[in-house]
C-alpha cells in the first residue's frame, strides 16, 4: 500500500435511496432544471429521496411538487429496475454528508398536464434557479457528466413511451 492511499477517504458503500422524473409536455420535451448548489450550475430532471416505507411513486409526486411546484402530471412509465449512479470523488464529502456513494433511483416518465405557468421554483427550500424544456437529444449533452449514463439509460427504457 502506497502512504497516498493512507490519505484517501474510504469512499461509503450505501447509495440514498430515491426517486427520478422525466418530465415531459405535449411536444416531448424534457424538463431539466439548474441546480442552486453548484457554482455553473448543472441541469438534471428533478429527482429526491424516499423516506423510510413511503411508497416510491407518491415520493416521485412529492417530490415534484416540492421541487417544481406542481405535481400536475399522469404517470406514464417506470423503469424496470432502480438505477444507480456514483458520485464524483470531490461531492463524496459534501452531499448528504459524505454518507453515500451516490443515488439508487426509481424514475418515472410523466406527461405533463399543467401549462408552464403553473412551475414555480421558489419553494421553501430551492433547489433551482431555472428550468428549460429541451429536445430528447440534447438532454445527455446537457446533464452533469456523472448522471449521463443513467439519463441514456432512461431514454433507451421510455424510448416507446415517448414517441406517442
Known amino acids: 500500500m502506497h502512504e497516498m492511499d493512507l490519505n484517501m477517504p474510504k469512499k461509503p458503500k450505501e447509495y440514498r435511496l430515491g426517486v427520478g422524473m422525466m418530465l415531459v409536455n405535449d411536444q416531448n420535451c424534457v424538463l431539466l432544471c439548474r ?12 429527482q429526491g429521496g424516499v423516506d423510510q416505507g413511503e411508497d416510491p411513486r407518491k415520493a416521485a409526486l412529492r417530490e415534484l411538487k416540492e421541487e417544481i411546484g406542481t405535481d400536475n402530471v399522469e404517470i406514464i412509465g417506470e423503469t424496470r ?16 454528508g459524505g454518507k453515500y456513494a451516490g443515488q439508487r433511483q426509481k424514475w418515472f416518465l410523466m406527461r405533463f398536464k399543467g401549462n408552464d405557468d403553473d412551475i414555480n421554483l421558489d419553494s421553501r427550500h430551492p433547489e433551482f434557479n431555472r428550468w428549460i424544456w429541451v429536445p430528447p437529444d440534447h438532454v445527455p449533452d446537457l446533464v452533469v457528466a456523472f448522471k449521463r449514463d443513467v439519463y441514456r439509460k432512461l431514454f433507451v427504457e421510455f424510448a416507446d413511451l415517448l414517441k406517442t
Open 35 to 46: 441546480r442552486i448548489d453548484i457554482p455553473d450550475g448543472a441541469w438534471q430532471m428533478p
Open 81 to 96: 429496475d432502480w438505477l444507480q449512479y456514483d458520485l464524483p470523488p470531490e461531492l463524496l464529502k459534501s452531499s448528504w
